[in-house]
């Protein structure tokens, strides 16, 4: 693949001049913006974030906001999820879900208030969903996308790089909670939260002129902890079971597909789109679900397209996600498999890029 054409609509963000000066080597496109995703190479990256911290520029988790008297109202009909006992401290992971029950996105929502919210998004166009909404059910509400680029900080020394910027208040914060702390003149939601199990925090910075002081002023306060510029890191996510949107499901696949039956309790009493279609799917269960696979032999390569997976001749599913793991010692992967052959233990055979290779339906991810 040979390099991107700038333009305006590809997005840079407000740390692009950061990432470049830490000498990013590659770049996704994300919500029609730069992801980068290498900046040494992928596996040392991996041992960096495993065993320090970084500082991710994931500006392309863009926020979609609701604003006004129905937003909580527009929230739920986004999600099968019980938002009813959600504090205005907590983040939560989402399935938004169409009419069919089909996956549309599988964002965070933050709740600011009863009349305020904001859902950080996959790669999907959300916001058009969400705003043809709220016309089409005459709801009293704003929604757009508003100037906040959120900023991750992972890694095991996380904690000890926020706390020289946010004091020891952000050893407080629990998972999948938030708390606005000050910076400068300023101040921003710091949630505890991000794409990686290596333990971190979300930084969602509103205003893009705050963006470079606060990288740099990360990166002054963590050189004796040897802080990086990373990015969410395909090793360590297949490892740990996060799921990408686009990659391992799309609007074919349905949460209950996607191991998400836990973020579907939304109770009788509580109406959302696509109820009844996940209702019949909770009574009959589905046809298919995401299971953590290994791949015997050498390392494979990218899943630029899905890797059919096969089980005495019959096409029993397909690898979504798969990378080398050098902790694991095994090419680790993400598939969507059928039932029948989604028990642990299960061998099939995938089609790589490489050849034929077994693949091991595993008890879990490698957390
Ligand atoms: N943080 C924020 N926005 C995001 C992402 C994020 N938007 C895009 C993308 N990531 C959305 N997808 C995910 C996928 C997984 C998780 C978060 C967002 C995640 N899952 C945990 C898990 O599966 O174990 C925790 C889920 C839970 O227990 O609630 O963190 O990363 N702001």
């Keep these: 693949m040979s390099l991107l054409s700038p333009s305006r ?10 990432v470049k000066a830490a000498g990013v080597k590659a770049y996704t496109v994300y919500n029609r913006m730069l992801l980068p995703t290498v ?12 065993n320090h911290v970084q500082v991710w520029d994931v500006s392309v988790e863009r926020q979609v906001e609701l604003i006004g008297p129905d937003a909580s ?34 964002p965070v929502a933050l709740k600011h208030s009863e009349t305020r919210w904001w859902i950080s998004i996959a790669d999907s166009d959300l916001l058009l969903w969400v705003k043809g909404l709220a ?37 407080d914060i629990r998972f999948f909670r938030q708390k606005r702390l000050s910076f400068g003149d300023t101040s921003f939601i710091v949630a505890r939260s991000g794409y990686s199990k290596q333990g971190g925090f979300e930084i969602y910075v509103e205003d893009r002129r705050y963006a470079m002081p606060l990288w740099n002023a990360l990166f ?33 696949n349905t949460p209950f597909e996607c191991g998400l039956d836990k973020f579907c309790n939304a109770p009788e009493t509580v109406d959302f789109i696509g109820k009844e279609s996940l209702r019949i799917e909770a009574e009959t269960g589905p046809s298919r679900k995401i299971r953590a696979v290994a791949i015997g032999g050498a390392p494979v390569s990218a899943t630029t397209t899905a890797w059919p997976l096969f089980r005495g001749g019959q096409t029993v599913g397909q690898i979504t996600s798969a990378a080398w793991s050098p902790d694991f010692q095994t090419n680790v992967a993400i598939a969507m498999v059928e039932s029948g052959s989604w028990d642990a233990g299960t061998e099939m055979m995938a089609d790589t890029p490489e050849g034929q290779r077994t693949a091991t339906v595993q008890t879990g991810f490698w957390t």
Excluded: W
């Design 73 to 106: 109202k527009l929230m739920q009909l986004l999600t099968p999820r019980d938002l009813t006992k959600m504090q205005e401290d907590q983040c939560y992971y989402v399935p938004i879900v169409d009419q069919k029950g089909r996956m549309l996105n599988d």
């Design 135 to 171: 016309i089409g059910m005459g709801l009293d509400v704003d929604v757009f996308e508003p100037d906040v680029a959120p900023l991750a900080v992972q890694g095991p020394r996380s904690g000890q790089l926020m706390e020289r910027i946010f004091g020891a208040t952000v050893h």
């Design 220 to 252: 002054e306060a963590g050189q004796d902890l040897h802080v990086r510029a990373g990015c969410p890191n395909l090793i360590e996510r297949i490892e740990s079971g996060l799921l990408s949107y686009g990659n391992d499901m799309s609007m074919e």
């Design 39 to 50: 900046f040494d190479d992928v596996e040392r990256d991996y041992h960096h974030l495993k």
């Design 9 to 18: 609509r590809l997005r840079e963000t407000p740390f692009s001049a950061g």
